[in-house]
């Protein structure tokens, strides 16, 4: 089978095509599946590029990537899914370490030891092939409804994630969020901001990239306010500071999806009294700042703030961002796919420009005309969808 392999990650990285056997089910609660198409985010980038990944123990390369969409072609007697059932995966495996609680109690996500592994990522090969094998209990069915914008599902459930750990905290107060700021108009930045607008919340996005740019006009589609982070020439550059202040109102909810991390210490700055600050970005590197952090401090103090870092996500929030890509699609028809702007093929994956995505880029395993084919038959005659 085709599979796409980061090689010689010891020495001298390649990406490269390569052909590998077919997986066969181990256990009987295995399932094979036959992916249909793997979306790329930043992440996957670091590894094709910068070599961020890391292998399987014992091993010189890696399968990447982990925004999978596929059809379940074979499962074993003891498996939860069927032939036929469009499903997602889980990226995150939990340690081994008997004291890691977290681990043990089916939330990875929340590893204590570091130990984890997450496939395409570190430590295990991803679904960047034609077929996979996984346990049942890494797979999350995903309703043919929802076919054409399923592989998003991954990516939402980090948003989800985030809106699962926001309502517990502000279970300390009587919270009635008005307004939220993102920061960052990439895949992720999009998904927080039409999620919010999902809640009723009044979106403004803050990002690099012109007032008409595809993001920019995603996020009116949506009836966000988009706000530019470039200065016009000969100007200095616009400051984050300057234009949350400017709003009719704080933000009672701020994600910060760029990584840069002098931003996310702004981004603590503009705050609202009570609010909640979620840094969802990292990128590589040994920045520095100087930061006015006696004023911080009593600011989130003083004022309530709440600041929570998010990474990977469990099955819980995969259900419920499959719920809220469904609703997505009911508000805004047509959205989602709309973000999905570039369309390629395994055998291009080589040969991508990252700087060239538009918004994401999406490779088809299987041609999309074929997708239907591969479902449950009763599938087409009871839903109707498109890809």
């Known amino acids: 089978m085709k599979a796409i392999r980061l090689k010689q990650m010891n020495s001298e990285p390649q990406i490269a095509l390569a052909d590998l056997p077919e997986p066969r089910l181990r256990s009987p609660q295995e399932a094979v599946v036959r992916v249909l198409c793997i979306g790329l985010d930043g992440t996957d980038r670091e590894i094709l590029t910068e070599h961020y990944g890391q292998p399987p123990e014992g091993e010189n390369e890696l399968t990447n990537g982990h925004e999978s969409l596929g059809v379940v072609v074979e499962a074993g007697p003891q498996s939860a899914v069927s032939a036929g059932d469009l499903v997602t ?27 984890y592994t997450e496939r395409g990522i570190k430590g295990e090969h991803g679904y960047l092939a034609e077929y996979y094998v996984e346990e049942d209990r890494y797979l999350v069915k995903v309703p043919v409804e929802s076919l054409s914008y399923g ?20 279970q300390r107060l009587i919270w009635e969020p008005k307004t939220a700021v993102i920061l960052g108009a990439g895949p992720l930045g999009l998904l927080a901001a039409a999620t919010c607008r999902c809640l009723g919340l009044e979106v403004h996005v803050w990002s690099k990239g012109g007032s008409d740019s595809l993001p920019a006009e995603r ?15 000969g ?9 949350v202040r400017s709003l009719r109102r704080p933000p009672d909810l701020l994600f910060e999806c760029t990584g840069f991390s002098p931003l996310a210490f702004e981004a603590m700055d503009v ?6 600050l979620a840094l969802l970005g990292v990128t590589p590197g040994k920045r520095t700042a100087e930061i006015p952090s006696d004023a911080l401090n009593r600011q989130i103090v003083m004022q309530n703030k709440c ?8 099955r819980k ?14 508000k805004f028809p047509g959205w989602l796919g709309k973000l999905m702007t570039d369309r390629i ?31 449950h038959p009763a599938a087409e005659a009871e839903y109707s969808f498109s890809v």
């Open 89 to 115: 995966a889980l990226v995150r495996r939990p340690c081994l370490e008997p004291g890691c609680v977290n681990c043990r109690n089916g939330r990875a996500d929340y590893c204590e030891s570091g130990k």
């Open 151 to 170: 592989v998003l599902a991954e990516p939402q459930s980090i948003v989800e994630k985030v809106w699962e750990q926001v309502q517990h905290v502000q």
């Open 219 to 233: 996020i009116r589609e949506i009836g966000g306010v988009y706000r530019s982070a470039d200065a016009p020439p």
């Open 235 to 243: 100007e200095a550059e616009p400051r984050l500071t300057d234009y």
């Open 271 to 276: 705050l609202g009294p009570n609010g909640v």
């Open 307 to 314: 600041v929570l870092g998010s990474v990977n996500a469990s």
């Open 317 to 330: 929030n995969f259900e419920t961002g499959l719920y809220r890509l469904r609703q997505m699609e009911e």
């Open 345 to 375: 093929r395994i055998e291009q994956v080589p040969q991508l420009d990252f700087s060239q995505i538009g918004i994401k880029a999406v490779v088809d395993v299987v041609p999309r005309d074929q997708w239907k084919a591969l479902l």
